[in-house]
């Protein structure tokens, strides 16, 4: 219990912070009312993140692991600066700025003065947005299943197979590439070409920070003898990170216009995933369960197929962080049964 409070000092205390900061807003805004609403729709915003990234938590984990203790500290400490500011507050702002042509500043405005037509048109690039995001989470999830080394299953009729096409170079991409022509075709031609160009975008972009992660870390290993993560690995979990944060951003203005209100909800949610990373990698947890790691890229698969959906249908946020935690209990329970036969065993 005391090893469990130490990881949850920080987030426990920005939490207070930030839902005083959401009061506080609230009650600039709106008086009273608006205070107590602000403070419910962080709280529920907070929630919103910690359901659809716990996934993001455990491939984190597994990523660190084999990183130095020294890019370890900097993805910790850089990576929630860059997390809360820069996907919560910066990257919306930016959607808009390039959306609507304006500057930077004028995008700061129009949400501090205009959230309904900031909000309107975070909705217009959704379809943009999800496209990318769900490509380069797609891509992620494939190339832990289509992998001829992997050598522990959890669903094996499937993943069997998974893994011998992954002796065939450039299957994923391929996978990914006849899921988004099939959507692609199914959208009117202007929806179309905007979701091909920005999924297109989501494999290049997959492709060249794997590329570069190899380059860098590959230096580094000759460097220091010893072929560990580094620059590379940081730079593949930002994107990673980044991805991930899409679904939640564009979730949140159901909820709310207010990009401060947001960036304080969310951002108490990235402080709970990144204490459970460093919950994960410290006491190595992915060890002692052996599917937990499966459950977490099946959750990921399935939040890239909700993105793809997304551009057709519309699907609820709740519902995928549902099916999410839904695929990890899961993956947690099978695991618990597999240590208990051994111990069984033995």
Not at 61 to 67: D, G, R, V
Not at 117 to 133: K, P, R, V, W
Request: glycine share 10%; proline share 3%.
């Amino acid at each position: 219990m005391n090893t469990l409070r130490i990881y949850l000092i920080w987030p426990i205390f920005f939490t207070i912070l930030g839902l005083v900061g959401a009061f506080v807003l609230g009650l600039r805004a709106d008086g009273m009312p608006g205070g107590l609403s602000f403070l419910l729709i962080g709280g529920l915003l907070a929630v919103l993140e910690i359901s659809l990234s716990f996934d993001n938590a455990i491939v984190n984990a597994n990523k660190l692991q084999t990183m130095t203790p020294e890019w370890q500290r900097r993805f910790l400490t850089w990576g929630i600066l860059i997390a809360v500011f820069g996907m919560r507050i910066i990257f919306p702002l930016a959607v808009v700025a390039i959306a609507a042509q304006i500057g930077p500043i004028s995008a700061l405005m129009l949400a501090a003065t205009e959230p309904d037509t900031y909000a309107q048109i975070m909705e217009d690039s959704h379809l943009s947005i999800s496209a990318f995001g769900g490509t380069f989470l797609m891509m992620v999830a494939l190339s832990y299943f289509v992998d001829a080394d992997k050598d522990v299953h959890w669903f094996e009729p499937v993943e069997r197979r998974l893994c011998h096409a992954g002796r065939l170079s450039g299957v994923a991409i391929a996978l990914v590439l006849g899921i988004v022509l099939a959507i692609t075709v199914s959208l009117p031609s202007g929806e179309g070409a905007a979701f091909l160009f920005a999924a297109i975008c989501g494999i290049v972009t997959f492709l060249a920070v794997e590329l570069l992660g190899d380059i860098l870390d590959s230096k580094q290993a000759a460097t220091a003898g010893a072929a560990r993560g580094g620059l590379g690995a940081f730079l593949y979990l930002e994107v990673l990170d980044a991805s991930f944060s899409f679904d939640g951003v564009i979730g949140a203005f159901a909820l709310t216009q207010n990009l401060f209100l947001i960036a304080i909800g969310l951002g108490i949610g990235a402080f709970y995933v990144r204490s459970m990373t460093i919950m994960l990698v410290e006491r190595q947890t992915l060890t002692e369960f052996r599917y937990l790691e499966h459950g977490a890229f099946y959750s990921i698969l399935a939040l890239s197929l909700a993105m793809f959906a997304q551009a057709l249908v519309h699907v609820p946020e709740i519902l995928t962080g549902l099916v999410g935690a839904t695929l990890i209990g899961l993956a947690l329970w099978s695991s618990l049964r597999v240590r208990a036969a051994a111990a069984n065993s033995s």
